[in-house]
């Protein structure tokens, strides 16, 4: 685990420790030293923490123009005992909306467990978005952690599923990449109608 490092080839176009209106401005990472660990196991030093004990994040791209949020996340998503949606939603997600930030991209291939409890903080931050014509996609998930958000109705809140699953985004231009996904969400949107 600890060779798994956030997606840094768009770091030329954003880095989330430099904007001021990033949750994690300010950051310092030890480059040489391992602290994090998710259960018994390091984790790369690149990755930052939310509150969660088994759940990290990096934020690869935000776009403040168009409204967009590049979320990468890594470990287990643990709501059952720990609430991990709550500490996404009120220190990442909540912070990234007072920006302006209505559309979310979060890529889970690296979320290896997904264990549910209630709904209401993704109802919550649905009906955010959802105001303001944004939307959530979850990426890339794993089959059994796919299989586990929909037996726990997340797709009432979230787009995922296997037409977000498979996608090879890491040598896309984040706006090109944006794009795709969101064409892919409106085409979702209209043929629920």
Not at 25 to 40: A, L, P, S
Not at 72 to 94: A, S, T, Y
């Amino acid at each position: 685990m600890h060779d798994i490092e956030p997606h840094y080839k768009w770091r030329h176009h954003y880095i989330s420790s430099e904007d001021k209106l990033s949750p994690f401005y300010g950051r310092t990472y030890d480059e040489f030293r391992f602290t994090k660990k998710i259960y018994n196991y390091f984790i790369h030093p690149q990755w930052d923490e939310f509150g969660s004990a088994t759940l990290y994040a990096k934020i690869i791209f935000v776009d403040y123009k168009e409204g967009y949020s590049i979320i990468e996340l890594i470990g287990e998503w643990n709501d059952c005992l720990q609430n991990d949606v709550m500490f996404l939603k009120h220190r990442l997600i909540d912070q990234l909306a007072k920006n302006g930030i209505n559309k979310y991209i979060i890529l889970c291939e690296n979320v290896l467990n997904f264990h549910a409890g209630d709904d209401d903080y993704y109802e919550a931050w649905y009906e955010d978005v959802a105001e303001n014509d944004g939307w959530i996609t979850f990426l890339n998930t794993l089959d059994h952690v796919l299989t586990e958000m929909k037996e726990n109705n997340l797709h009432h809140f979230i787009n995922f599923g296997e037409e977000f699953n498979h996608l090879n985004w890491r040598p896309q231009k984040p706006s090109v990449f944006f794009q795709a996904i969101d064409s892919m969400v409106q085409s979702d949107v209209k043929r629920l109608m």
